[in-house]
């Protein structure tokens, strides 16, 4: 079956600029994180959904980050007035339940931002 | 905090080698463990996973990994390295809810 599938693969942006980042979890899965990946660094977590309980936003790094999740599938990452630190890897990831033995994650192959 | 750190940023390896990633944690109890590998482009994929029983956890690709209680460790190991697995390896912990801790990763590079 089809996996995770993110878009656009790649983003380039001049700062400044709104960016909308999308994301297609794995079709019946209830959980969806966002993450973003440095040069160097780990993954840091933005934000999780869970169905339709109000979304873990403790993750983002600035009100200038927003993420929505329509129908309880689709996700959108919106980046507002974009800056050099931000540029960076945006993976996502979905799961058929949250935590517990079935907590597995499904990463998409992220979409890589560059903000020049 | 809770935190996973992965002490080596990279390590070189021959083909046919074995190889041997460290991981360490820090949790209130017993997380769930993970390993995943990023090939270049890709998104993570799941190597194996550790949730209570049999320390030694078998996954795909011919790796294992070894929970250590006492010393807070979740060390993947393979025992001959094939080219193909130059690629980043992740390690993560989970406790009871829904939240990931990722490690910084280390970056494998197998020489021919």
């Known amino acids: 079956g089809a996996g995770v599938s993110q878009s656009p693969s790649n983003k380039v942006t001049e700062k400044g600029k709104d960016v909308e980042l999308r994301c297609d979890p794995i079709?019946?899965?209830?959980?969806l994180y966002w993450y973003r990946q440095s040069l160097g660094q780990g993954l840091e977590f933005l934000i999780y959904?869970?169905?339709?309980?109000?979304?873990?936003k403790s993750g983002l790094p600035s009100d200038r980050f927003s993420a929505e999740r329509t129908g309880g599938s689709v996700s959108t990452l919106t980046i507002q007035r974009t800056q050099q630190e931000d540029s960076a890897v945006y993976l996502c990831?979905?799961?058929?339940?949250?935590?517990?033995?079935?907590?597995?994650?499904?990463f998409g192959p992220g979409t890589r931002l560059t903000v020049l | 905090a809770q935190s996973v750190t992965q002490p080596d940023i990279h390590i070189t390896v021959s083909e046919g080698a074995s190889l041997e990633l460290r991981c360490n944690y820090s949790?209130?109890?017993?997380?769930?463990l993970f390993w995943y590998v990023q090939s270049p482009g890709q998104g993570l994929q799941l190597l194996l996973k550790?949730?209570?029983?049999?320390?030694l956890v078998q996954g795909i690709k011919g790796f294992e990994a070894e929970f250590k209680r006492s010393q807070s460790s979740f060390n993947l190991r393979k025992p001959s390295v094939h080219w193909s697995d130059a690629a980043e390896y992740f390690c993560?912990?989970?406790?009871?809810?829904?939240?990931?801790?990722f490690g910084t990763g280390t970056r494998l590079k197998v020489l021919a």
């Open positions: 990831a979905s799961s058929p339940r949250a935590g517990g033995r079935e907590g597995e994650q499904f």
């Open positions: 079709s019946g899965h209830t959980a």
């Open positions: 959904f869970q169905g339709n309980s109000a979304p873990d």
């Open positions: 949790y209130g109890a017993t997380p769930y």
């Open positions: 550790y949730f209570s029983g049999d320390t």
């Open positions: 993560a912990a989970r406790g009871g809810t829904y939240k990931y801790i």
